[in-house]
């Protein structure tokens, strides 16, 4: 299962990712996290020193067809060339950023992203029945960034689940409301709402009424938690700091759901 995580702006994108890489690979799934955030985040997010992530994807894994950017080699071969293995086994790729000042736009850096997703098997269950890493049990997710870019390009065309992650506010609903018709344009087979840093019964009730008004699914709800931005503070992973904190358990919750649903084909 390829799981895209998008939303405004520190919303909790890289932080749910992060925690829900590292859960589904503590649970034995094969797990690939791709930091697709040109402003990347997300090894430190899992527990991974700056000194051990190897490069970005290069460019020159992918070649330009007329049908649209394909990897040159296999998405295994890529991920042992370019992979950087972090806690619990979770297996790092990133897109990488800008190297220069005035070096123009990214949208080679984005083709990887758009090409590794095309070659990784998005099936959500069944038996294991090839060894490789994209098999059945495989979970990719992928932490995007915080504009619609993604969707616009088709980048994240091959997700087979979207998760808009959004904070109990007027202008991170909104966000969510404009990505939700790119993803329905690019057949995103299953497109849900991530409520995150909610305070109050007030704070999930109003996000349920918004979601309910424009017609999208909420998933799930992950309390404002201190101990998240105690973590960060830390620069540590929330599950190191805090395995037993409330937004750990909301996250693992989510997890569940989303396979549930998911494997029930609703
Ligand atoms: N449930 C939560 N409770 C409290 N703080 C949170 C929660 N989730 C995220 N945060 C805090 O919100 C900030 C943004 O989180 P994070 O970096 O995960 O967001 P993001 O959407 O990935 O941001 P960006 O758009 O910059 O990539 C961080 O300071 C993080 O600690
Ligand atoms: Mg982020």
Same mark, same amino acid.
């Given at each position: ?9 520190? @919303?909790?994108?890289?932080? !749910? ?14 797990? !690939? ?108 997710? @992928? ?124």
């Amino acid at each position: 299962m390829r799981i895209g995580i998008a939303g405004k702006g520190g @919303v909790g994108k890289t932080t !749910i990712a992060a925690t829900m890489a590292r859960l589904a690979a503590r649970s034995g799934a094969t797990v !690939i996290a791709i930091d697709a955030d040109s402003n990347p985040n997300l090894a430190p997010a899992l527990g991974l020193d700056r000194a051990i992530v190897g490069h970005p994807l290069p460019v020159s894994v992918v070649s330009k067809r007329l049908d649209g950017p394909a990897l040159t080699a296999t998405v295994d071969s890529v991920l042992v060339e370019h992979g950087t293995a972090g806690p619990d086994g979770v297996v790092l790729l990133s897109m990488g950023g800008p190297a220069h000042a005035g070096e123009g736009c990214l949208c080679s850096a984005h083709a990887t992203v758009g090409a590794v997703l095309g070659d990784l098997d998005g099936s959500t269950g069944g038996p294991d029945d090839s060894g490789g890493s994209d098999s059945s049990d495989t979970v990719t997710v @992928v932490d995007m960034e915080a504009s619609p870019e993604q969707l616009s390009r088709g980048t994240v065309r091959n997700v087979d689940v979207l998760l808009l992650v959004a904070e109990p506010y007027f202008r991170s609903l909104e966000t969510v409301r404009r990505l939700a018709p790119l993803a329905a344009e690019l057949s995103i087979a299953r497109v849900a709402v991530i409520a995150n840093k909610l305070r109050s019964a007030a704070d999930g009730e109003a996000v349920a009424e918004f979601c309910a008004r424009h017609d999208l699914s909420l998933l799930a709800s992950v309390p404002y938690d201190a101990a998240v931005a105690d973590a960060d503070v830390a620069g540590r992973p929330l599950l190191d700091v805090a395995p037993d904190s409330p937004a750990v358990a909301a996250i693992e919750a989510l997890a569940r759901r989303l396979h549930a649903v998911s494997t029930a084909g609703g």
